[in-house]
């Protein structure tokens, strides 16, 4: 009596308790406090387990059998684990153990006694490794140093909602401000401020409802979770399952904590037996751990993203799907994880997403542990927690896995080690937001892709471009034998304007989608590598447009208007150009006589932006002067930076001192600078201090003239000007 009476005070409380979070708040659930532990030192093999995990679409946390075997201890140093073989239904019908059930937790006596980690590829599917839960506790309490002064995840919507509130307050200001009386402006305020808390509440309640439906839907049962709820597991509680189909979850809950009580699984006494020890060899092939889940790549994409990412082919990529209604930027402030629940990390979210997928660990208050083995393997890291759904299970003859969607940005993962990740809930990393914009006007096509990519500077440039890459390849069918012009920029507080931009224009005969995204990540690079600080990043934004065909041009010839000018005087060049496949075109070009240069014959290089005859680059070398590689070793992030914007593009043409013109003397720059003083004495201590500086160090820049075109000019030729002083 006394047993039936307290199954249905409980019912009556869990439905109490439902009706209340509906009706009356949407406020955060108690945090989950973190079940008991049994140590490593406890196990002494035979132990009878249970594992907690999802398998299908249900998102139903279910268990299966585990007998523990025995534990393999890596000395001194080395890692520590326990095999474990599994068994019932549940795994005859996933085919073994998965790939994605990492982190799942097992019990025993409703003790947990760590995390699935691992199997052994192309043996037994049954058989597993566990991860000690000590040895993933530690995790939490080290060092965080990432995700400081950066631009943190915000809610789109929210913000919104927010600037649409502040918009109507600004209007109602200006309305009262144009003659409303007080009475009438205090009367409309009232009225307004009614229906805003009226309006407002009818948002919070349907908000409510909203979170209540999702997670009752989600996480069907979970208030039946033994672990949670009694402190237990039972490694029977599936025979009762079945044979009590018909009970409701509390009263399964309260059954197989009465069962607890009066079966003990046997253990094995030190005092009367020797331990069960299995030592299996120790280079034994497990399956490989590095799983990445990609979303939204087109194959190309995905080939590119692979290449760049992974060039030593140490990680598995997997498709994964984005969970339906989730959104470009949706992020959930109060979510709640279970220890079986599934539970993703990622280093991209958006239109394009890159991360994996594993099982929740354990729970305490807001700090999770999940996966029982590393993601990529960085330690302290600033990546993305998510929740995730089970779509359904794929198993073989040698290995198998566990497909899933990745839902919201819930938290942020923190750790990432050998024994698995750690990460917060409701805490949010450092992002750089990203827009891509792709237009193919061969086939009247545009679209726009956003995502945020986890500020890891190891990783920034690669997914940068990869991302950029996945954006072209996806919206354009236009990438062999085309033409296209890029322009981006990255806001940062790597130098002082704030901004990088650059524009440019390639052509490829076979992919042209390469070079679009390589000055970009080589400026994001620049931006990663600052060995003074850690440079932050607000966003980057990317345009770009391609045409089928080849958009080049070839320089015909280039002629001044007169054969002779003095120093600092300009000089038009009439310039033929030759379009590939189309009519020659005569474009007239200024050039100014640097104000230092000596007389005599001027020997012009007119060339291409993006070509750099070699001649040059030796005579520079030759000179003594530095070349872009020795600048690079010493210069600034900000120099480095400033240089690629002023990088000549390519569909520009170049009028710059060629090979054919001798470096002036040190003592011929000074009697040319003496010269100038005399002519304009105002101006000769400014002469001294910048142009003998720059004409030393920056001669090459200061001496050119850059002519924008509509074509990317592929070649260089030669001409010639007269130097006199009047």
């Known amino acids: 009596m006394y047993k039936s009476w307290k199954k249905l005070r409980k019912i009556k409380a869990g439905v109490c308790a439902c009706l209340t979070a509906v009706l009356v708040s949407a406020s955060v659930l108690p945090a989950l406090a973190m079940e008991e532990i049994m140590p490593y030192g406890e196990i002494w093999g035979g132990e009878e387990a249970t594992c907690y995990t999802v398998v299908d679409g249900s998102g139903e946390i279910q268990p299966f ?357 750690a990460g917060i809930l409701g805490e949010f990393p450092s992002v750089v937001p990203m827009k891509i914009r792709v237009e193919d006007k061969t086939l009247g096509r545009q679209a726009s892709y956003g995502v945020r990519i986890a500020y890891d500077e190891d990783y920034l440039p690669q997914l940068t471009a990869g991302v950029t890459y996945a954006a072209v390849s996806k919206t354009s069918d236009t990438t062999s034998g085309a033409t296209a012009k890029v322009d981006f920029t990255i806001r940062t507080d790597a130098l002082p304007g704030g901004k990088v931009t650059r524009s440019n224009m390639f052509y490829g005969a076979e992919e042209v989608g390469q070079n679009v995204v390589g000055e970009l990540a080589q400026a994001m690079s620049v931006i990663c590598s600052n060995k003074d600080r850690e440079s932050g990043i607000v966003d980057v934004q990317a345009n770009i447009s391609l045409e089928e065909g080849r958009h080049t041009a070839s320089l015909i010839s280039a002629t001044p208007e007169k054969p002779t000018a003095a120093p600092g005087e300009t000089v038009n060049f009439k310039t033929t150009i030759k379009p590939y496949r189309g009519e020659s075109q005569t474009l007239t070009i200024p050039f100014t006589v640097p104000r230092f240069q000596q007389e005599g014959v001027m020997h012009l290089d007119v060339r291409g932006g993006g070509f750099i005859p070699v001649t040059a680059a030796m005579l520079l070398q030759q000179a003594g002067l530095e070349t872009a590689d020795e600048e690079g070793k010493s210069q600034k992030v900000a120099d480095k930076l400033q240089n690629l914007m002023d990088t000549p593009k390519n569909n520009e043409i170049i009028i710059a001192p060629g090979a054919g013109q001798p470096p002036a003397s040190e003592r011929e720059q000074k009697r040319m600078i003496r010269e100038a003083a005399k002519a304009a004495k105002a101006q000769a201590e400014e002469e001294q201090k910048n142009h003998k500086v720059e004409f030393l160090k920056d001669k090459k820049k200061s001496d050119q003239t850059r002519f924008e075109t509509e074509y990317i000019i592929d070649n260089v030729i030669h001409a010639t000007l007269k130097v006199e002083r009047k």
């Open 65 to 421: 059998q585990v007998d523990l075997i025995g534990k393999m201890d890596g000395g001194k140093g080395g890692s520590r684990s326990i095999m474990a073989k599994a068994s019932g239904a549940l795994i005859e019908q996933t085919g073994g153990v998965l790939q994605g059930m990492s982190g799942s937790p097992v019990y025993v006596d409703g003790r947990l006694v760590g995390a699935l980690a691992s199997g052994i590829k192309e043996m037994a599917p049954y058989t597993f490794f566990i991860t000690p839960i000590e040895d993933m506790l530690p995790l939490w309490n080290l060092p965080d140093n990432k995700n400081k002064g950066k631009l943190a995840s915000f809610d789109l919507k929210k913000y919104q909602e927010d600037k649409a509130k502040k918009a109507e307050e600004e209007a109602k200001k200006e309305a009262e401000a144009k003659g409303e009386t007080a009475k009438d402006g205090e009367a409309a305020k009232a009225d307004s401020e009614g229906k805003a808390a009226d309006q407002q509440q009818a948002k919070t309640e349907a908000k409510q409802a909203e979170e209540v439906a999702a997670e009752a839907g989600k996480q069907p049962g979970k208030e039946a979770k033994p672990e949670k709820e009694a402190g237990k597991a039972d490694p029977d509680k599936k025979e009762t399952a079945k044979a009590e189909p018909a009970k409701s979850e509390p009263a399964k809950a309260e059954t197989a904590k009465d069962e607890n009580a009066k079966t003990e699984p046997a253990k094995a006494d030190p005092a009367k037996n020797e331990p069960t020890k299995t030592e299996p060899a120790k280079d034994l092939d497990k399956e490989p751990k590095s799983i990445l889940f990609f979303s939204g790549f087109t194959s190309n994409g995905l080939d590119y993203l692979k290449k760049k990412l992974d060039p030593k082919g140490e990680f598995s990529f997997v498709p994964m799907g984005i969970e339906a209604g989730q959104g470009l930027l949706s992020t959930r402030y109060n979510a709640e994880l279970l220890p079986g629940s599934p539970v993703g990390v990622a280093v991209v979210c958006g239109d394009f997403s890159v991360g994996a997928a594993g099982t929740v660990t354990t729970v305490d208050g807001k700090k999770v542990l999940a996966f029982g083995h590393s993601f990529l393997h960085k330690g302290n890291v600033n990546y993305f927690m998510t929740d995730a759904s089970v779509v359904g299970t794929i198993s073989g003859p040698a290995a198998g896995m566990k497909i899933s969607n990745m839902g919201a940005i819930i938290g942020r993962v923190n750790q990432d080690r050998e024994t698995g990740i």
